[in-house]
């Protein structure tokens, strides 16, 4: 599989592999390496026995620690790709997708591990003829315990951002009264979390974390514009898929663990910033420029607030949060120009 052009990549490690295949899957290495090996581990043990043709290529994520040798002395066939520095969501899986030669490329985190028959009936509901325009599937998402974790959303709102970013749903009483209201306001399936996961139906966006992505339609509507380091590109995707007619779908009949956070060193407010990139972005695409200036205007006064009425509690780990948050609002703002 030809690579990117890139200074910031390098290629490591045999491709024993055939040249061509069904199926390439993407995985990224977060900063526990141990669950890339157990993710890799799992893909080998469903596809055993596959009737499809398959690669992997993991993305080594974390610079400087010689996982890509150690991948490679533990399942040589698998290409590495190593960072040279630490690359985002998008970054990462569009190493993938900007040269694979495959049908079909799964997007996966490295807290993901498969379950058997995962993979093959996800490809085999994208083969029916009547499916030829379904271009992302997301089989279901389980927790650690086994427990459903949700995973399908609809396209984010400007004041449901606004209303994410605000601090208010900190409030245990104001977060109740949301996730009361959530299955009423949005009551169709699969327009939120709030629902049972158990049909198979078109969404708006899902979950990135285990993804099939049908490269036809990659092609038509190009890769994902890297914006964050922790996803939230993703959304852009799927609505852009949409506006050229392919459909993004949440596949019941197959189910993955996603060990969920894992992937990063750190799941906490630390990477709301970068959420909030890929929210601003996706308005910055979808909206007008004159109405994306003045939300950002309205961001900016509410992290003003936000950062005053931390100085007052003398609370230096919320007044950072905030700046930051002012500093991606003002470089969003400052691109739309």
């Given at each position: 599989m030809p690579m990117s052009a890139t200074a910031s990549t390098r290629e490591t490690g045999p491709r024993t592999l055939e040249q061509t295949a069904d199926i390439d899957f993407s995985v990224v290495s977060g900063s526990r390496e141990q669950l890339l090996?157990?993710?890799?581990?799992?893909?080998?043990?469903?596809?055993?026995?596959?009737?499809?043709?398959?690669?992997?290529?993991?993305?080594?994520?974390?610079?400087?620690?010689?996982?890509?040798?150690?991948?490679?002395?533990?399942?040589?066939?698998?290409?590495?790709?190593?960072?040279?520095?630490p690359r985002g969501f998008a970054a990462n899986h569009n190493t993938v997708l900007s040269s694979s030669d495959a049908r079909y490329v799964w997007l996966l985190n490295d807290d993901i591990v498969m379950l058997p028959d995962s993979v093959d009936k996800v490809i085999r509901f994208m083969d029916m003829r009547e499916?030829?325009?379904?271009?992302?599937?997301?089989?279901?998402?389980?927790?650690?315990?086994?427990?459903?974790?949700?995973?399908?959303?609809s396209f984010p709102s400007m004041p449901q951002i606004m209303l994410a970013y605000s601090g208010l749903r900190e409030n245990a009483i104001t977060d109740r009264v949301l996730r009361l209201a959530a299955p009423i306001l949005r009551s169709r399936k699969g327009s939120s979390r709030f629902w049972e996961h158990d049909a198979t139906?078109?969404?708006?966006?899902?979950?990135?974390?285990?993804?099939?992505v049908r490269m036809e339609a990659v092609r038509d509507v190009g890769t994902m514009v890297e914006v964050a380091l922790v996803g939230?590109?993703?959304?852009?995707?799927?609505?852009?898929?949409?506006?050229?007619?392919?459909?993004?779908?949440?596949?019941?009949?197959?189910?993955?663990?996603?060990?969920g956070s894992q992937t990063v060193s750190d799941g906490s407010r630390n990477l709301y910033?970068?959420?909030?990139?890929?929210?601003?972005?996706?308005?910055?695409?979808?909206?007008?420029?004159?109405?994306?200036?003045?939300?950002?205007?309205?961001?900016?006064?509410?992290?003003?607030?936000?950062?005053?009425?931390?100085?007052?509690?003398?609370?230096p780990a919320a007044f950072d949060l905030a700046r930051r948050y002012a500093a991606v609002t003002s470089e969003a703002m400052r691109v739309t120009r």
């Open positions: 090996f157990e993710c890799i581990a799992s893909l080998y043990d469903v596809m055993r026995d596959s009737r499809y043709t398959w690669r992997v290529t993991a993305i080594c994520n974390t610079p400087g620690t010689g996982l890509a040798q150690r991948l490679v002395e533990r399942f040589p066939a698998v290409l590495t790709v190593e960072n040279d520095e499916n030829a325009r379904v271009a992302v599937v997301s089989p279901r998402l389980l927790n650690t315990d086994g427990s459903l974790q949700p995973s399908t959303y139906i078109d969404v708006d966006t899902l979950r990135g974390a285990c993804v099939a939230a590109e993703e959304t852009e995707w799927h609505h852009r898929f949409q506006a050229r007619r392919w459909r993004v779908v949440f596949f019941a009949e197959a189910s993955v663990i996603h060990h910033p970068e959420y909030l990139k890929g929210a601003l972005h996706f308005f910055r695409a979808r909206r007008p420029a004159a109405l994306f200036s003045v939300y950002c205007v309205a961001l900016l006064a509410m992290y003003q607030t936000q950062m005053a009425l931390a100085r007052l509690r003398r609370d």
